[in-house]
């Protein structure tokens, strides 16, 4: 799927892709400086972020964008800050990400959960920590245990899930733990990832 023209006010899952050779994301600081960054720049650039991952050389990030522009607008500086703030601390000339981001368009509920539950469980599904909580780059911890997020705004599609149990927080802890039947994790990173996986 490719950049539409007018994405506002759809949701999409958006994957931010390193164009340099091994990883975007050196070590703890580089995480930490594009997440600070990317969190404290969404009300300015008018999007909502429902969920997301800062993979060892991607960017997974589930989104509704407020305005056409914003959702690249806000990209478009979070990874110029940290091309900056990398060329300065390892001594490069680089643009650290690819220009263009792929785009997949969320058009039902199903697709929004399946693929909110495989950016929150790629951390651990891919033996980076034991527990998706574990992970520090990640909405997992907001998602899962609730309280009152500064930086995520839930979803309708995720709001609607959870309301449907008496323990709305355990059901998503336990939908998220729960883990694909290997052909419908297959069809899903075919349909979000059709490049493959490049963490």
Known sequence: MTEASNPAARTWFLVNRAKIQGTAFFDEA????FQLRLLNCLKVYHVQLHAY???PNEAWLLLTPGMPKSMFSLLEFVNDCYSEYFNERFERNIAVFQNRPFLAIMDSAQLFLDCQKMIERWP???GAVDHPGLYRWSSYAVNA???RPRFLTRHRWFEQYIAAAESPMERYREFIAEPF????LAELEKRLLPRGNST
């Open 53 to 55: 991952a800062l993979l």
């Open 124 to 126: 651990f599904a891919s």
């Open 181 to 184: 039947e290997a052909a419908h």
């Open 145 to 147: 245990f609730g309280g």
């Open 30 to 33: 580089c995480h930490d400086y």
